[in-house]
């Protein structure tokens, strides 16, 4: 789960962290006030959407030229301008892709003086089972460019769960960073702040981009980035209440409430698959012919019929779904469940696009006899290649 950057900041001042004042509006009326609030002489006003690269984004129907996402002023009656050019707009960036997102948050900031930008981030390593920190002198732009352009200005190293953080991986990131005296001693205590939040809370990524040297000599979290491990949002219910729907796909969250694992994705083949690994592996083998898929969708290993038909909803709520392709095997999950969960999705939602289905494993006999006795127009499948085949076909038919 992501949350936005006023959000994120929150959660890092809960933990003694640095991070400038701010305040977050939701109408442009509300931004000439808490710009009075803030006192100024220097604001920031930035767009809150789910993505990064905001401040070289732009603006749907803006002219060409016109400023970001992200606006720096001296002027209150600015701040309450940009307010009223930013809020409801769609903003396109990088990472959003051409469709953009539509700004229904701002945050206004108070100004820094910046006398050198850096980049800190911390992640889960999933091949030594560490917290991991990145670390590079080249703050504000992207790590991706750092990384292709310069390597050797990143530096990495992974924290042991077993003797959690230490001094000397504070001393590691002030190294990295160039600093000395009063500032590598702050440093250290910000790593240190860092790992807490991060384990504290559960998160699975942290991204503070730009980390600056302000010009009174102390470090500040310009800017801030956290994602949560979704399966441990049940410890955390303040986070959960930070969580903004409007910035997530409709079809993901619907998924949500029935704990499917669900991923919206550019395709036209809408997929129901039993097993991330057979998932994964039917994405590709429709890829291998010729079409794109439409979603990630596992259903889990013990899915009810009820769990299926509100699968079999989601995926046929897409417009872009031109067909679909039902791969089931059958361990823990039985194939006459899920051929009595197609069957009832069918009936509740009409069928207006080629299925194609494909079982095997526990009861496969019984499921498919009422797949062939149900009247629909199913299309059977011996196996995943034929399954595969047969929808591409189809699709491409239609």
């Known amino acids: 789960m992501n949350i936005h950057e006023y959000q994120a900041k929150a ?37 809150q959407i789910h993505a990064g690269g905001r401040g070289k984004g732009t603006f749907k129907g803006a002219p060409a030229g016109a400023k970001g996402g992200v606006r720096v002023t001296k002027s209150i009656d600015e701040v309450k301008q940009f307010a009223g050019e930013m809020l409801g707009q769609t903003l396109v960036t990088i990472q959003t892709g051409e469709a953009g997102k539509q700004v229904n948050r701002l945050y206004i900031e108070e100004g820094a003086q910046i006398e050198a930008e850096f980049y800190l981030s911390m992640l889960v390593d999933r091949e030594t089972g560490q917290v991991a920190f990145v670390v590079s002198t080249e ?42 005296g009063q500032q590598a001693k702050e440093a250290g205590e910000l790593t240190a702040k860092l790992y807490e939040a991060f ?23 310009l800017d801030a980035k956290i994602s949560f491990d979704s399966n441990a949002l049940y410890r955390h219910p303040d986070i959960v209440a930070l969580r903004d729907e409007t910035e997530e796909d409709a079809k993901e969250i619907e998924a949500s409430k029935y704990d499917l694992a669900y991923i ?5 083949i809408g ?102 006795n149900s009247g629909l127009n199913v299309i059977p499948a011996d ?8 929808i591409v076909a189809a699709v491409k038919k239609g």
Not at 199 to 217: C, F, H, Q
Not at 333 to 341: L, S
């Open 11 to 47: 959660v890092l001042k809960e933990f003694g962290l640095p991070v400038s004042r701010g305040v977050a509006v939701f109408k442009p009326e509300e931004a000439e006030a808490a710009a009075k609030e803030l006192g100024g002489p220097v604001w920031v006003v930035k767009s």
């Open 139 to 180: 703050g504000g732009m992207d790590i991706e460019t750092v990384a292709h352009d310069t390597p050797e200005k990143i530096v990495t190293f992974s924290v042991d769960p077993a003797t959690g953080i230490m001094p000397h991986h504070g001393r590691a990131v002030a190294k990295a960073l160039g600093l000395t």
């Open 199 to 221: 384990t504290a809370k559960d998160m699975s990524m942290l991204e503070i981009n730009p980390l600056v040297l302000t010009g009174d000599g102390h470090l500040k979290c």
């Open 264 to 268: 919206a994705l550019d395709g036209t």
């Open 271 to 372: 997929c129901m698959v039993n097993g991330a690994g057979l998932a994964m592996a039917t994405l590709d083998i429709i890829k291998l012919y010729g079409e794109e898929p439409a979603n990630f969708l596992d259903v889990g290993g013990g899915a009810s019929e009820e769990k299926v038909t509100a699968a079999f909803k989601i995926i046929t709520a897409d417009p872009q779904v031109k067909g679909i392709l039902v791969n089931i095997f059958g361990g823990i999950m039985k194939c006459d469940v899920i051929a009595n969960g197609v069957i009832a999705a069918v009936k509740a939602v009409g069928l207006q696009v080629p299925l194609v289905v494909r079982l095997e494993g526990t009861n496969v006999e019984k499921g498919k006899e009422i797949i062939r």
């Open 383 to 390: 196996d995943l290649d034929d399954a595969a085949q047969k």
